[in-house]
């Protein structure tokens, strides 16, 4: 019981409340400055389970009246293109284009406008409403026809322009005078826009270097293009040495072109890589590189130090295989100094490794800074008492180098 | 509220007033569990119907949040979301009581030696007798008159949209 009568109790202040503050308990957002006066009489603009009606604005401002007096019969003093674009519109339309609740900030229409609400005659003439938004430029002097040639009814821009309905003669510069930039290579060039850039976008533009005259320096057009490194600081002006006119990459580079005491890393600093092989190596980079292109380079292992290590070097180029994991720091018992591969290393050759041989190579290989010594006593079955009494009794007495006679490591062979 | 967001950038905000929809007729799922204990439902097993009660509740919150759309308009229909908030919180407590009496009931009838499958005339019988009734009572005390009151304020903010809108702008 108790409970029905907080719960009557609480509807009734609720009911209360909303009847008395519906513009704080209710309104969805403050109406803009002129209808501030209405905020709280919401039955102004709202008819009961109807919502806001047209015939409700309608009743304050006549069609007819629009922007020629306001809503006291007041003559404006200023009028504009309000006039004849509500004229054109149907009575009950206020509500499609006209909202409110947006704030005090909101003047006008805040709802998208929909072009396809408005009668044909006067989609059709765009200037009835935008003659005032119309740019004063030498293109929009020629388009005397509907902006919707070029433009779409939801934004100005992004906006379609058919170049082929100019008349043949026209000059480019008579519409894109405020687009031509101001470096030397435009200014240098014509009226004709057309000789480089095409009607569907500045860029990608071609331009003909041949048409240039031969006394013209690369540098008077292309100036900001030059890089600020050591390498472009001590070229001339005469860019095409190293590159073509049909882009800056690829280039080519002369090196006898330079003095013979230049030295390799005043122009290529930045190139050295910051390993162990390059951090020892000296500034003179042809030693191992050619003047082409880095790869391939060539290295003389006569020059490394006898005691130098090839791991000290090849650390990083060393494969993480089982094969590779038990080898020595030796790299030159199978590795040439030419390249990794080929490397003179096949088992079978010497010795097969069947199913009875699948030992790890320490168990032949005891000496591991020499992988060409080997034994054959490291397993139970070939002692030397064993070896040296079965070969007695076939009578050979020269048995020390097993791979002689047992390459297949069978016993028969 | 990214769901509100992405809403707005699809520029479907409409559906957020059909989400207001779905989620009070989920509040009204809700109700069948009290239905169901007032024997207006006269049959079904009590558990299946909290179980509704409590993700029918779940899912409402959810809805009725993205309609809410996080925006500071106006006062009544902020209160409302603010008091679900709440009553969901409550629903929340109640379900943790509930959970301590089941347990509670279950080592009851394991010290009693009971080892037969669930009973429901059992376990109402061990549930008036158990120690979380007090609780799970005074705790009705506080969440009965909560949903009252969303209900009120609910129905005020419904009848007061259909009063003052425009069925032609749902569309």
Known sequence: MKLVILVIAFFAIVVGLVLAFPDYLLNPGPLMQGHAHIEKNCLSCHRPFRGALAMQCTSCHKPEEIGIKNVKGMALLRKDSKISFHRGLPANSCIGCHTDHKGRDSTRAVRAFKHEGISFDLRANCNSCHDVQKPKDKLHDYATRSCGECHSTRAWKPASFDHKSLASGTNCLDCHKGDVPRDRLHSSAGANCSTCHGTSGWKPASFDHKTVASAQRCLDCHKGDVPRDRLHSSAGANCSTCHGTSGWKPASFDHKSLASGTNCIDCHKGDVPRDRLHSSAGANCSTCHGTSGWKPASFDHKTVASAQRCIDCHKGEVPKDRLHSSAGANCSTCHGTMAWKPASFDHDRYFRLDRDHRASCSTCHNDSSDFKKYTCYGCHEHTASNIASEHREEGIRNYQNCMRCHKSGSDED | ?171
């Open chain 2, 1 to 171: 509220m990214a769901l509100d967001y992405l809403l707005h950038q699809l520029q479907i905000e409409l559906a957020g007033r059909y989400l207001g929809v779905a989620g009070t007729i989920f509040f009204l799922l809700s109700f069948l569990y009290s239905a169901r204990k007032k024997q207006i439902i006269p049959k079904g097993p009590l558990k299946r119907f909290l179980q509704l009660h409590c993700h029918a509740g779940w899912i409402a919150t959810l809805l009725i949040l993205v309609h809410s759309g996080i925006h500071f308009n106006a006062f009544l229909p902020w209160a409302a979301t603010v008091l679900m908030m709440i009553v969901t919180a409550s629903g929340h407590v109640g379900q943790h009581l509930v959970r301590r009496f089941r347990n509670e009931a279950k080592l009851k009838k394991q010290q009693l030696g009971i080892l037969t499958p669930p009973d429901d005339a059992l376990d109402r019988q061990l549930f008036w007798n158990a120690v979380t009734l007090k609780a799970l009572n005074q705790w009705r005390m506080v969440h009965m008159p909560l949903v009252a009151f969303l209900i009120i304020l609910t129905l005020v903010h419904v009848v007061s949209i259909l009063f003052f809108s425009n069925r032609a702008n749902w569309m």
